[in-house]
Each structure stands twice: as structure tokens, then as C-alpha cells.
């Protein structure tokens, strides 16, 4: 029988309904733990990510836009697209009252991206350094949190919000608010 190292998982869970997502999930956990195996666990699902991984990497148009041990990027993101995506993904508590972000424009053509960072164009803090150089990847704690920005998330609850209402009163895009459309 073979004793792999490494399981590359693509979306394995993405078409299930929750209770077999959670079956596959705690499944998936077990081998790592029982087998000693590394998994790499490739989904748009941050729920189910940080269920099963230990350490996550947010990636944008190719490129790792934060990275570090999961529960640091989930709790103090410093990368605003992964604020964003944290913003976004559902919440347990439907009734609770939350503000909702919509990032601004539309995606960079893969094919063709621009120079600098390719979240530029739909970051509103973005300046002539971002569009111009794709920043590296620095860290924020000593347990490798690392994220590639020049105007890293620094309090997600007021921060991220007021940089999309600052765009908003630009004329980018909307924001939604509670989870309502506009």
C-alpha cells in the first residue's frame, strides 16, 4: 500500500452539503494527524480552511498575497484583499449586524496583469508605489505573518471599512452595508 507524504486536495469538499463537507473535513484532519501527512488544501471556502489547515496562504491573481499560521491571518488579516474575503464569508450568527464590502472594479486580465501589485487596481489606499512595484512580502509576527503590502490592514473592524467609504465618496464602486444590496 502506498504511504504518500503529501495529499494535494483541489475543492475536495466544495459540492457537498455541510454535513459530508464536515465528514470529508474531519477525515482529511485524522491522516494528517494519525499519518503524519501534509495536506495542501486548495479552496475558496475560508471556513473549511480553518477547520483543517495550520497554516494558510492567501493568493490573488497568482501571487501569495498574505500568508502565516491560520488562526493569525484570520484574526488580524493584513493584506486588504484577505480582509475583504474574511468580510465576505458567512457568518454563524445571521441576525448579528455586520458591514459588508464590496471591493471596487473588476479583476486584472490574468493574461495581461499589470505592473506592481495586482490588487492595486481594486485597492482604494493604492498609491504611485503600488501600481509601479509589487511589494514584498513582510512579516508582522514572529510566527511568520506574512503579508506583500505598503499599507497593511491594521484594525479590520474600522480600517477596512473606511478605506472602502473613502472610495466610495471617489466614486468607486458600492458598499453595501449589513448585508443588504444596494
Known amino acids: 500500500m502506498l504511504e504518500p507524504q503529501l495529499l494535494i486536495c483541489d475543492e475536495p469538499a466544495s459540492m457537498l452539503d455541510v454535513s459530508l463537507k464536515a465528514n470529508i473535513l474531519n477525515i482529511l ?4 494527524d494519525d499519518r503524519d501527512i501534509g495536506i495542501v488544501y486548495i479552496s475558496h471556502d475560508l471556513a473549511s480552511l ?17 500568508m502565516g499560521a491560520t488562526e493569525d491571518v484570520v484574526r488580524t488579516p493584513k493584506h486588504p484583499y484577505t480582509a475583504s474575503l474574511l468580510a465576505a464569508s458567512p ?3 445571521p441576525d448579528a449586524n455586520r458591514k459588508r464590502v464590496l471591493l471596487p472594479g ?7 496583469l499589470p505592473t506592481g501589485c495586482n490588487f492595486a487596481p481594486r ?3 493604492a498609491d504611485e508605489q503600488c ?6 512580502r513582510s512579516e508582522f509576527t ?5 503579508a506583500a503590502c505598503y499599507f497593511p490592514v491594521e484594525d479590520v473592524e474600522t480600517e477596512l471599512l473606511e478605506r472602502y467609504i473613502e472610495a466610495r465618496e471617489d466614486g468607486v464602486e458600492e458598499v453595501l452595508e449589513d448585508g443588504m444590496a444596494p
Open 29 to 32: 484532519r485524522e491522516m494528517a
Open 50 to 66: 480553518t477547520q483543517i489547515a495550520d497554516r494558510l496562504a492567501v493568493m490573488y491573481l497568482g501571487r501569495i498575497a498574505e
Open 91 to 93: 457568518r454563524t450568527n
Open 106 to 112: 473588476e479583476p486584472p486580465n490574468p493574461v495581461n
Open 123 to 125: 485597492c482604494p489606499k
Open 131 to 136: 501600481y509601479r512595484n509589487d511589494p514584498e
Open 142 to 146: 514572529e510566527d511568520d505573518h506574512e
